[in-house]
């Protein structure tokens, strides 16, 4: 006995030292890529109008910092008429790149906290291609050119900087952790957009915690977080249903406001807007890919009717 008792206390020290023991299945993380597409194309009506596309390009080398580039176009309700009427939404387009930094808050040993700032830089009228975007699409479709971008605002330099705070809360027994609430908050300061941001996510499906729930481009930073900052990959395959709402205090939004310091075409923004949102997400190993629909009420005291756009979103784990 004493003789097989030192041969596997043996064995044991040679497969330490060559690395031969079994380790844990988890993966570290690394880069995440994101790509966000959002169009009026994907909503229920199929419209051209108001927000009619936004796309958003994101890159998180770490678990905290990450960088994204962004563009934002927004047209009138007729896009048919080189010259809308001054009720109507200004043609308006914006590109900014931004950098921002997150963490998961350690709070007595509940990670159930996330708290994200970022900063934008970029330029808002011809200098930001919303034009050349659009019109190049619609060509390559097959469908007419949009007419009155000779309107547009003017290319001026904005700049913004938001603060988003999430705090989860699980609402389905701990033994079957298939439902959650995600509640947050926002403040967006500058020339950009200046508006305050509440809302709350709920979602039914199987190994939540791959996500922080969904948001839009316009209305939440970027950064894209592994659930609990352990820079661990969780399970390989998850799913789910989530139902949102939300509400905006707004002070200032470019699409509506116009520029700064030029003069430029402008409506009448409406103070309150709430914004209603379902979809899905599914997750399969390193490849997440989210479909979701929201429909905005009225953005401008003008406007005709309320809002309805679609989005795409896939991100990849490296």
Known sequence: MRKLFLTLLAAKAVAQSTGDLPVPAAESRGAVVS?????????ADGSDCYYTQGLRMAVQMDPHTYFALTQEINTPLDTHTPNPPDTDLPYSGVLYLSYGYGKILDRDGRRDCLFSIEGQIGVTGPASGAETIQNRFHQLIGTDEVAGWGTQIP???VANVNVEFRRRFAISPIEHPIRDLILRGAFQAGTIRTEGIIGSQIRWGWNLNQSWGQGTIRHSNAFNPDFDGTGVYPANYSSWFFADAQLEVVMRNYATN?????????VENRPVVLQFMAGATVNIYRLSVAYYMAYRTKEFETQAKAHCFGGLKADIKF
């Open 35 to 43: 790509l966000v597409e959002e169009n009026d194309k994907f909503g």
């Open 155 to 157: 290319s001026e330099p």
């Open 258 to 266: 116009g520029t700064n310091f030029r003069e430029s075409r402008r």
